[in-house]
């Protein structure tokens, strides 16, 4: 697209923001803007899903509540930048400058796509941001759930109540970061640096943090347990007591993870390690939700979507999943011994992999099924083997 043709968009979106005469919303969703200088731009509330936006000067730029969905930012000078309440899902910001940029309530979540059909398989989209520059930034209550942070600085920046459950961020920066009430379970947190770092409240439930920088760290309210510590710098860290696993307000969670699959806000459901011992699940929609070693000893889950859910190293021990929705799940060592799996759905889920869609089919590696009863179930793997154990 031409710079002069982006100059007319952008002066008729000015119209359209004061609703004056003339005045035409910005629509630029998958044009190719690569290189573009746009700093200060005024694009709020502008479309540019699938736009091309790669190393674009996008300085001070105006983006609150503009359409990003699958964008590539990918190297783009977003230093200063307005993103609040921005839908940013899907989108790629490898290597991106987001220093002192506002974030705030901007929608970063791990998307899990239920469109096409009560039975079409949902797909799965993961954030990029390898390698970006957020130090500063304001990223307070993000959903920024499974991104892929690796290497990226976050130095000083504000992630309190943010959603980073199951996110990739090996080595990645988070000195003086402010990680109050921050979801981290399950996140890989391996060799990064949280020197000075606030923690208050944080969940690190089943989280890596190997070789982490924690020196000085107070932990003391902090949920700890399960967390990998090995190799991690605790000097002077405060490190809490073990808690009770029951979740506090089961109810809560459902009625967020709901709005969240019918993309209202909400939040995934991630309760790594909980202990959901006979808790009655039946007929609940689950796809997508993180239960990870998760007590599920003698739950009833009739007829439950757990669609794309990641239950590796659950305990089923005699749980009841007859005609529940498991395509694409993880099982990857979970003991199912004695549970009843008759005419569960075990078929391949679709997940979204950048522009591929792929089929993953159900795992379950070293699953343990001894007198699990598989009668009826369908796309069960060949070498899954129910019934009488050795």
């Known amino acids: 697209m031409e710079r002069w043709q982006v100059q007319e968009v952008l002066y008729l979106h000015r119209l359209w923001t004061l609703g004056s005469p003339g005045g035409r919303r910005a629509d630029l969703s998958g044009q190719d803007l690569g290189g573009l200088p746009l700093a200060g731009a005024a694009l709020e509330r502008a479309k540019l899903a699938g736009a091309n936006l790669a190393r674009c000067d996008l300085r001070a730029a105006k983006l609150g509540g503009a359409d990003l969905f699958g964008a590539n930012l990918a190297g783009a000078d977003l230093a200063g930048a307005d993103l609040e309440n921005a839908d940013l899902r899907g989108?790629?910001?490898r290597d991106a400058n987001l220093s002192v940029a506002n974030l705030k309530g901007a929608n970063m979540r791990r998307g899990l796509s239920l469109g096409g059909g009560a039975d079409a398989p949902?797909?799965?989209?993961?954030?990029?941001?390898?390698?970006?520059?957020?130090?500063?930034?304001?990223?307070?209550g993000v959903d920024a759930a499974s991104a892929d942070f690796t290497g990226a600085s976050l130095d000083s920046a504000n992630l309190e109540n943010a959603s980073l459950a199951d996110?990739?961020?090996?080595?990645?920066?988070?000195?003086?970061?402010?990680?109050?009430?921050?979801?981290?379970?399950?996140?890989?947190?391996?060799?990064?640096?949280?020197?000075?770092?606030?923690?208050?409240?944080?969940?690190?439930?089943?989280?890596?943090?190997?070789?982490a920088n924690l020196a000085g760290v107070d932990l003391s309210t902090a949920v700890v347990d399960g967390a990998d510590l090995a190799g991690a710098v605790l000097e002077g860290a405060t490190i809490p007591e073990p808690i009770d696993r029951r979740p506090r307000d089961l109810a809560a969670l459902l009625v967020d993870h709901r709005a969240w699959?019918?993309?209202?806000?909400?939040?995934?459901?991630?309760?790594?390690?909980?202990?959901?011992?006979?808790?009655?699940l039946a007929g609940r929609n689950l796809s997508g939700a993180i239960l990870r070693q998760a007590d599920l000893r003698g739950a009833e889950l009739t007829k439950c979507k757990l669609v794309l859910a990641d239950l590796t190293g659950c305990n089923l021990t005699g749980a009841v999943l007859r005609g529940a929705d498991l395509r694409g799940a993880i099982l990857r060592g979970a003991d199912l011994t004695g549970a009843d799996l008759g005419d569960a759905d075990l078929r391949s889920g679709r997940v979204a992999e950048g522009a591929s869609i792929l089929e993953r089919p159900v795992d379950l590696t070293d699953a343990n099924l001894a007198d699990a009863n598989l009668e009826g179930a369908v796309g069960l793997p060949a070498d899954a083997k129910g019934g009488q154990g050795e």
């Open 261 to 280: 699959l019918a993309d209202q806000g909400g939040r995934a459901l991630v309760l790594d390690r909980a202990d959901l011992s006979f808790v009655d």
């Open 91 to 93: 989108a790629v910001l």
């Open 167 to 211: 996110a990739e961020m090996e080595g990645a920066v988070l000195a003086h970061a402010n990680l109050a009430n921050v979801e981290l379970g399950g996140a890989n947190l391996e060799n990064c640096d949280l020197r000075g770092a606030v923690l208050d409240g944080a969940n690190l439930d089943g989280a890596t943090m190997r070789g």
């Open 122 to 140: 949902p797909q799965v989209l993961r954030q990029d941001l390898r390698g970006a520059t957020l130090d500063g930034a304001d990223l307070a």
